[in-house]
């Protein structure tokens, strides 16, 4: 959890009245709340947000509009606000699991008891442990949450409802109310696995599109991983899954790992993948150890996507540039395949993992060769590569075989989800006058090829997802 991105939500009432609630990102202009808090007696329906922790304009109070909120008995809410400049998400995972009895959470909201006024209030840290689970929160929609230091009084907890409720880096939950007969010790919170059931919430969250691959990805993985029992036990020993209390055999179990491994950022359920995979290798189960990587393929684009690093649209003419927000071609590949739903796709190149859907860019000729020679070569290698009838290459026009490559790779993105692309490096090309313009020819003849750009600088989680994905493939490949 992020202190700084904690929220202070002010529903405004006629006269005097109104309410203070907490709220926290959850997806770009988005913040998950409790309903309850957006609806005081006498409500005006204005609503105003604001990121305390955050200095200058930044913190000033904006307004937000409801964009999604839960019927009977779902207690919670999602507004639309236009963010502050440059506030970055980072990468936690909106929970669909059901919350895990005894584990401590975290959170932190503007709890009257923290106030030093009473409409302006400051965040307090909010512990605890997750109490045993009484009834299945995907039918209930809630769950209780034990604190470590209680409020005087029931009253004192309010302005904590729609805090987020933390195990690690995952959001299981947002606090909807306190239970009175607790002494003020318990909190109840509405479980994030209800919200997931209804397709309006996710779609206010911008999961509406990717919900589908996510199931089918679930179902894909759980089928690869079933058929290794050597490769499920040492996944289920790094998620800390006690394979005996689990019951319905290896397809029960295997779903449980997958819901265990979707349920981690990418850095850290490729640590687990990588550790797994070692282990196996170290003890010989060769065939278990390269099923790590089968179940790796699918599992990163997945767990890229949950981590809100999307390709919602991809670059239509005049657009010839995708720019990822990346420095590493792994992660490239991570993402596009994200945004195709396919597996990532990776061959071993020396001892660094190169995506197999990338074309490598053309070497520059000079000024002496010109543009004309330059984007022939460009034609040249796509016209090797997509056209198959050696006749077709021999005597067919140029323009007859650019409009076959073109086809072939058209069929590639729409049936296999295989999209080719380069990675452009304007560095590289800054030499070549006229390489934009160059570029955005290439994108009206290839419209089914993409051409991307990077990120000049690699951020710390990138460099460690790169090592983890070239030491599962290079063991895999082995």
């Known amino acids: 959890m992020n202190p700084d991105h904690i929220v202070q939500v002010s529903a405004h009432a006629a006269g005097e009245g109104g ?15 409790a309903k309850h808090v957006l609806h005081p007696e006498n409500a005006t329906g204005a609503i105003d947000v604001c990121w305390v922790n955050l200095p200058g304009d930044a913190g000033a109070p904006r307004s937000a509009q409801i964009e999604w909120q839960g019927g009977d008995g779902v207690d919670a809410a999602i507004l639309r606000c236009a963010f502050p400049p440059g506030l970055e998400l980072t990468s936690y995972v909106i929970s669909r699991a059901q919350p895990p009895s005894g584990l401590p959470w975290e959170s932190a909201g503007f709890v009257r008891a923290g106030a030093s006024t009473e409409r302006r209030r400051r965040p307090t840290p909010l512990t605890g442990e997750i109490q045993p689970l009484a009834h299945d929160p995907r039918r209930s929609g809630t769950f209780e949450l034990g604190v470590d230091y209680a409020a005087a009084s029931a009253e004192d907890w309010q302005g904590a409802s729609g805090s987020p409720v933390f ?143 999307e390709v919602s649209q991809w670059p239509t003419s005049g657009h010839s540039l995708l720019t990822l927000p990346t420095a590493t071609e792994t992660l490239a590949e991570i993402i596009l395949a994200a945004a195709d739903g396919r597996p990532a796709r990776f061959r071993l190149l020396g001892d660094m993992p190169e995506p197999e859907l990338k074309i490598p860019v053309p070497p520059w000729g000079g000024e002496a060769a010109g543009l004309s020679w330059y984007e022939k070569q460009w034609h040249d290698q796509l016209i090797d590569k997509f056209v198959t009838n050696p006749r077709t290459k021999k005597v067919a026009p140029q323009d007859e075989k650019i409009r076959i490559a073109a086809k072939r790779l058209k069929l590639h993105a729409e049936v296999n989800k295989e999209r080719y692309y380069y990675i452009v490096e304007a560095k590289e090309l800054g030499e070549v006058v006229g390489w934009e313009a160059l570029v955005a020819r290439l994108q009206r003849h290839y419209p089914d090829v993409v051409f991307v750009a990077l990120r000049d600088c690699a951020f710390e989680d990138e460099t460690e997802v790169e090592f983890h994905v070239t030491e599962l493939l290079k063991r895999a490949s082995g």
Not at 19 to 33: F, H, K, M, S
Not at 200 to 207: D, E, M, N, Q, V
């Open 19 to 33: 309410r203070i609630g907490t709220a926290y990102p959850v997806a770009a202009d988005r913040l998950l709340t």
């Open 167 to 309: 195990v690690g880096q995952r959001i299981l939950g947002v606090v909807a109310s306190t239970e009175r007969a607790f002494q003020a010790r318990r909190l109840t919170a509405t479980a994030t696995c209800r919200l997931f059931e209804d397709p309006s919430f996710r779609a206010a969250i911008g999961y509406a599109e990717a919900w589908p691959r996510l199931e089918q990805l679930h179902g894909e993985v759980v089928a690869v991983l079933s058929q290794s029992p050597d490769a499920m036990a040492c996944l289920a020993l790094e998620l800390s899954i006690d394979p005996r209390a689990v019951n319905g055999g290896d397809a029960a179990l295997a779903r449980v790992v997958v819901d265990g491994l979707l349920e981690q950022p990418l850095d850290g359920v490729l640590r687990r993948l990588n550790m797994a995979q070692r282990r196996l290798f170290e003890a010989r189960a060769l065939t278990a150890a390269r099923r790590i990587w089968d179940v790796a393929r699918p599992l990163m684009p997945a767990l890229r996507e949950v981590a809100r690093v």
